[in-house]
């Protein structure tokens, strides 16, 4: 799958969303597209760290994401909302995220399906008020997800810059309606890119256990087959998404395999939580 079908839409569904992340210290930006089909609305949602000030804000929208002065396609990224701006090149890759067992999303059995492309990098700028930040080639993702309805319950971390190159990772961690039953149904999965070998671990089959709090919490996968590979998040600075939603993208993460560290992201971490 390319990234231009990646982001392409899914009008059946009631609920969709398109959005993409970078940390270009001492700028981090969360941006999101959200379509509402059952009521006809259409919403900008800008999240940004910068040393002055902590923000999210909203804006309806007259059109979708792909049309009008707020944009996101495969290749490029304009916008503004309020005092933020940007305007990004994108190198999209190869690499992308389907972590959807056949025929689930078909069917459409679960809330939301989800793709996404982990290494994505971003050049042009970033501008908040008077100042303005210029990216040359800085590490981001950029995902798209859509269903019936949100999860009502997540954890979700992101990061691809490390203490070491060349490592990535992606998790989530969720409870999930049936064919819009709220019978809240286990689920996960986990991307790990480190060096050249990747992983994507789905549960089931695999276990996935979250324990503590979005200011510290520990995601642990177990899989059969090998050692567990486990997440140690440290949060701050998260920001109201509204919907239940928090989120933040200068947390600390740890990854493990077994015993060894594998690596280390401090401050660069997207960490989001959606509570019951």
Aim: include cysteine; proline fraction near 6%; charge should be neutral.
């Amino acid at each position: 799958m390319s990234t231009t079908a990646m982001l392409q839409p899914h009008p059946l569904a009631a609920l969709e969303y398109w959005f993409f992340k970078v940390n270009a210290e001492p700028v981090a930006l969360l941006v999101d597209w959200i379509a509402r089909r059952r009521m006809h609305e259409h919403w900008l949602r800008v999240s940004i760290h910068a040393p002055d000030r902590r923000a999210v804000l909203f804006d309806k929208q007259a059109s979708p994401m792909s049309q009008g002065q707020n944009f996101l396609t495969a290749d490029r990224t304009v916008g503004q909302l309020g005092e933020v701006a940007w305007e990004l090149d994108i190198e999209r890759g190869t690499e992308w995220i389907d972590p959807n067992i056949f025929p689930v999303s078909l069917l459409r059995i679960t809330d939301l399906s989800l793709v996404s492309a982990p290494l994505v990098v971003f050049t042009g700028w970033v501008r908040y008020g008077e100042q303005q930040i210029n990216l040359q080639r800085a590490p981001g993702m950029i995902s798209h997800y859509w269903g019936r309805q949100l999860s009502p319950e997540w954890w979700w971390v992101s990061a691809n810059q490390f203490d070491r190159e060349d490592i990535a990772v992606e998790c989530t961690v969720l409870r999930s309606g049936l064919w819009g039953i709220p019978v809240r149904l286990p689920l996960a999965y986990l991307y790990l890119r480190e060096t050249a070998q990747r992983e994507l671990v789905l549960s089931p089959p695999a276990i996935a256990r979250v324990t503590g709090s979005p200011e510290k919490f520990e995601i642990q996968i177990r899989r059969f087959w090998a050692e567990p590979i486990t997440l140690k998040a440290a949060g701050r600075d998260y920001g109201d998404l509204g919907d239940g939603i928090i989120n933040t993208l200068v947390g600390d993460l740890e990854i493990l395999k077994g015993g060894r560290l594998v690596a280390r992201a401090k401050g660069t971490a997207g960490l989001e939580r959606r509570a019951p």
